[in-house]
């Protein structure tokens, strides 16, 4: 793999965010936005109006891709700003392989963290029960029986105690990203996802 010099601003980058998010649990905008800058004027510079659309539009999907988890509260805005910045780096197709490797990262830190923290199968309950619980009430209107509504109290979480502090889990997500683009960079499992060659080709 040839690195260029772009690519080791990119590790440089991907680095500092994964400290940052381990050690302050967020990712600060004086790490993503000077290059998100330095991306477009390097671009700029080198290939004129096409370097400056390059740049400009890996930065407007990167920020795209992670805006409706990011308004949903799935992840925080230092995630989103980052995701921009490698688009800016390194322009659209990576920036969309890059989070189909994240997303598949995130998907087993995110196991992995919550098994550590003892709280896998209290959220995959919560999950399941988005779907199990109106399933279930409505086979026992359906069919009469007390039966599903005691499944369904399966699925329905303990009310926490009066004075009893809400366990708040913290997912580094920045881990993912820089794990699942450093994959992108190595084109580790190249030919494994050519959704990107299929969409920006």
Same mark, same amino acid.
């Given at each position: 793999?040839?690195?260029?010099?772009?690519?080791?601003?990119?590790?440089?980058?991907?680095?500092?965010?994964?400290?940052?998010?381990?050690?302050?649990?967020?990712?600060?905008?004086? +790490?993503?936005?000077?290059?998100?800058?330095?991306?477009?004027?390097?671009?700029?510079?080198?290939?004129?109006?096409?370097?400056?659309?390059?740049?400009?539009?890996?930065?407007?999907?990167?920020?795209?891709?992670?805006?409706?988890?990011?308004?949903?509260?799935?992840?925080?805005?230092?995630?989103?700003?980052? +995701?921009?910045?490698?688009?800016?780096?390194?322009?659209?197709?990576?920036?969309?392989?890059?989070?189909?490797?994240?997303? &598949?990262?995130?998907?087993?830190?995110?196991?992995?963290?919550?098994?550590?923290?003892?709280?896998?199968?209290?959220?995959?309950?919560?999950?399941?029960?988005?779907?199990?619980?109106?399933?279930?009430? &409505? +086979?026992?209107?359906?069919?009469?029986?007390?039966?599903?509504?005691?499944?369904?109290?399966?699925?329905?979480?303990?009310?926490?105690? *009066?004075?009893?502090?809400?366990? *708040?889990?913290?997912?580094?997500?920045?881990?993912?990203?820089?794990?699942?683009?450093?994959?992108?960079?190595?084109?580790?499992?190249?030919?494994?996802?050519?959704?990107? *060659?299929?969409?920006?080709?």
């Amino acid at each position: 793999m040839n690195l260029i010099f772009v690519d080791y601003v990119l590790i440089a980058l991907l680095i500092a965010s994964v400290a940052f998010d381990l050690t302050q649990k967020r990712i600060p905008n004086f +790490l993503t936005f000077p290059v998100i800058l330095f991306g477009l004027i390097f671009y700029t510079a080198t290939g004129l109006l096409n370097g400056l659309l390059f740049s400009l539009f890996g930065f407007l999907l990167g920020i795209g891709l992670f805006l409706i988890p990011f308004m949903l509260g799935g992840m925080g805005g230092g995630d989103v700003k980052l +995701l921009g910045a490698i688009g800016a780096l390194k322009g659209a197709e990576f920036v969309f392989i890059a989070t189909l490797y994240t997303a &598949f990262c995130g998907g087993i830190i995110a196991i992995i963290y919550m098994a550590y923290k003892g709280q896998l199968l209290v959220t995959l309950k919560k999950v399941l029960g988005m779907v199990a619980k109106p399933l279930l009430g &409505f +086979l026992a209107m359906r069919f009469r029986s007390p039966f599903f509504n005691q499944l369904a109290m399966f699925f329905t979480p303990p009310q926490e105690e *009066e004075g009893e502090e809400k366990k *708040e889990l913290f997912f580094p997500y920045g881990v993912a990203i820089g794990v699942g683009t450093l994959i992108a960079l190595v084109s580790f499992g190249s030919g494994f996802l050519p959704v990107g *060659e299929m969409l920006f080709r």
